[in-house]
C-alpha cells in the first residue's frame, strides 16, 4: 500500500477543481450511494484553469481508451479512479482521481496529475465520454457527468414501471419542486452489464434527450453545467424515490394532481416532456 503525504494532500486541496471531486466524492459516500468502489464522476476542466495550477506540458504517462474519442480531442478532465473508494478521496486525492487531457487527434489519454502507482480512470469511461459528447452538444456549457448508486432510485427499479412516460410522473409526483428541477424527464435504458461500450452507447443515447438516465437494479447519471447542478439533479431525483418508497405500502389521501403539476411548469416558466401530462 502507497504511504498517503499528508503535505501532498493538503496542497491538492488548495487547487478548486481537486477540491470540489474530494468533497463531492465524500459527500455521495457519506449518503449511502457510493459503497465499495461504486460510482464514478467525470468534469470537464477548462485549459486555462487548469494551466493556473499544473504544468499542461508536462505529461506524466499515456494511457489508451477504448475506444478513439475525437469529439473530445484537446479537452481536459478530472475523473475518478477505476476500483477507487469514495470513502477515500478527499484523503488522497492523487491516488484516488486523475487529470487527463484527450490527446488532438482523439486517440490517446495524456495523464497530467494524479492516478498514482498506475491507477487507471473509472471503469465506466466509455458511458462518460459518450455522455459528454452527447450533452454537448445539447448544451456547450455542460461540464459534469455523475455516476452512483442512489439507494432509493435504485429500489424503485425493482416495484415501479420501468416506462420513461410512467416513471418519469411518478416522480414528479412526490415533491413539488421536482418538475421544475427536471422537466425533461428520466431516461431508463434496460439493465445491462456495466463497464461496456454497449452501456455506454445506450446511456448516450438517452443522453441526446434527458440530463438525467437510469440504470435499473444499478444506479443513475446525472448530467450538468456543474458539480452543483449535476449532483442537485441527483439529489432531487433520490428524494421523489425516497417519498415514492417511503408511501409506496400505504394508503394515498392526497396527491399533487396533474392540473397542479401544470400551474406549476408555467409558473415556473418550463416546459415539461410531452406526453407525460393530459392537462
Ligand atoms: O464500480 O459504479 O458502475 C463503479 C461503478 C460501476
Ligand atoms: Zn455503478
Not at 212 to 228: L, R
Request: net charge negative; glycine share 8%.
Amino acid at each position: 500500500m502507497s504511504t498517503v503525504n499528508a503535505d501532498q494532500t493538503a496542497k491538492a486541496l488548495e487547487i478548486p477543481f481537486i477540491k470540489e471531486m474530494s468533497e463531492i466524492t465524500q459527500h455521495m459516500w457519506r449518503n449511502g450511494w457510493d459503497e465499495r468502489n461504486g460510482g464514478n464522476v467525470s468534469y470537464i476542466l477548462d485549459e486555462a484553469e487548469v494551466a493556473r495550477y499544473l504544468d499542461i506540458n508536462h505529461v506524466i504517462r499515456v494511457i489508451e481508451p477504448a475506444f478513439p474519442v475525437n469529439e473530445l480531442a484537446g479537452k481536459y478532465f478530472i475523473v475518478t479512479g477505476s476500483g477507487k473508494y469514495f470513502k477515500n478521496v478527499i484523503h488522497d486525492p492523487s491516488g484516488n482521481l486523475g487529470i487527463l487531457r484527450v490527446s488532438n487527434d482523439g486517440t490517446k489519454l495524456e495523464l497530467l496529475w494524479g492516478l498514482d502507482n498506475d491507477a487507471k480512470p473509472t471503469s465506466e469511461l466509455a458511458s462518460h465520454f459518450m455522455s459528454h459528447i452527447e450533452r454537448l452538444k445539447a448544451d456547450p456549457n455542460h461540464r459534469v457527468v455523475i455516476h452512483n448508486h442512489a439507494t432509493n432510485v435504485l429500489a424503485m427499479t425493482f416495484i415501479h414501471d420501468l416506462d420513461e412516460a410512467k416513471f418519469t410522473k411518478t416522480l414528479w409526483e412526490m415533491c413539488t419542486e421536482c418538475i421544475v428541477v427536471f422537466p425533461d424527464g428520466i431516461g431508463i435504458i434496460p439493465w445491462m452489464v456495466p463497464g461496456s461500450s454497449e452501456i455506454g452507447r445506450a446511456t448516450a443515447e438517452k443522453m441526446k434527450e434527458y440530463h438525467s438516465v437510469i440504470w435499473p437494479q444499478h444506479g443513475i447519471f446525472g448530467t450538468g453545467t456543474s458539480i452543483d447542478e449535476a449532483f442537485g439533479l441527483i439529489e432531487t431525483i433520490e428524494k421523489a424515490a425516497q417519498i415514492y418508497m417511503l408511501i409506496a405500502h400505504h394508503e394515498i389521501k392526497q396527491r399533487i394532481t396533474e392540473r397542479e403539476l401544470s400551474d406549476l411548469a408555467a409558473a415556473f416558466g418550463v416546459i415539461p416532456r410531452p406526453g407525460i401530462l393530459s392537462v
